[in-house]
């Protein structure tokens, strides 16, 4: 009975992924009666296995059974959303991918609009859950270029905690490499977190790329571009989350 619940999932959920309509349409499909499950009429929050019948008004939905998992890695280029889509028509960093994929894609994690560098994409829910939990501790590395030289012992203060408007950011590392350029590790994953930390010093960022998120980099993707990951980076990312704290059933301390 465990190893069927570990397979099951919410009809919501199967029927967004399978391209029926957004998660919050299907939601409404189902409140309304007109989803049913078999020979019965589905519930809000019913889990399936994949297998059943399906149908809306009554017709019986084809469902795709073997789901292609894409797992996508994006150049996002400054001026960008991180969002699916914008109510004011700003450009969104799927809009990039999304005429090429048939698959409903969703982003890992996020980069402000005037951030460039990897955004990860994909379709697999249970991954992305795993990636974007605060107690994941995936490092994202980033590439800082500030409009004036960063103080003295910016990196020792910024390891050891810079409290900003009342919220502390820390770094896993800061490497130094000219007056006004860095190489910034972050695993907390904190909204616009170098940037905040550059405002309590009084600088702003000229540029601010991520260029590696966990064990995925890739130097050569051009601005805008994206690429398939190969098999051996899904591989790794998964053995990553599979490892973090919320995986193994541990809490953030």
């Known amino acids: 009975m465990k190893q069927l ?7 919501h959920v199967f029927l967004a992924s ?3 309509a957004s998660r919050r349409a299907c939601e409404d499909l189902i409140r309304q009666g007109r989803v049913s499950v078999d020979d019965h009429l589905a519930n809000i929050g019913e889990k399936i296995r994949g297998d059943e019948r399906i149908a809306i008004d009554g017709a019986t939905i084809v469902l ?5 998992l894409r797992y996508i890695l ?3 280029p400054k001026g960008y959303l991180s969002s699916s889509s914008d109510p004011f028509g700003r450009p969104c960093a799927l809009e990039l991918i ?4 048939p698959e409903r894609l969703y982003n890992i994690g996020r980069l ?6 990897l955004l990860l994409f994909t379709n697999d829910g249970d991954l992305a859950a795993k990636l ?3 107690s994941s501790e995936i490092e994202k590395e980033y590439f800082v270029n500030t409009d004036e030289p960063l103080p003295e012992g910016f990196a020792s203060k910024f390891i050891h905690g810079v409290v900003h408007e009342g919220v502390r950011y820390r770094a896993q590392s800061v490497r130094q490499t000219a007056p006004d350029k860095a190489y910034v590790i972050l695993i907390e994953g904190k909204n616009r977190e170098i940037r905040r ?8 960022a000229q540029a601010l790329e991520r260029i590696r998120i966990g064990p995925i980099k890739d130097m050569k993707l051009p601005s805008g571009a994206w690429r398939e990951l190969t098999q051996n980076e899904v591989e790794a990312l998964k053995s990553l989350a599979n490892n973090s704290p919320i995986a193994s059933g541990g809490r953030p301390t």
């Open 5 to 11: 619940e570990e397979k099951s999932i919410r009809l």
């Open 18 to 20: 399978s391209g029926i």
């Open 64 to 68: 795709n059974r073997e789901k292609r």
């Open 74 to 76: 994006l150049n996002k």
């Open 98 to 101: 999304a005429a090429s994929i």
């Open 112 to 117: 402000d609009q005037w951030s460039s560098g």
């Open 132 to 134: 974007m939990h605060p």
């Open 197 to 204: 930390v550059l405002e309590h010093f009084g600088l702003r």
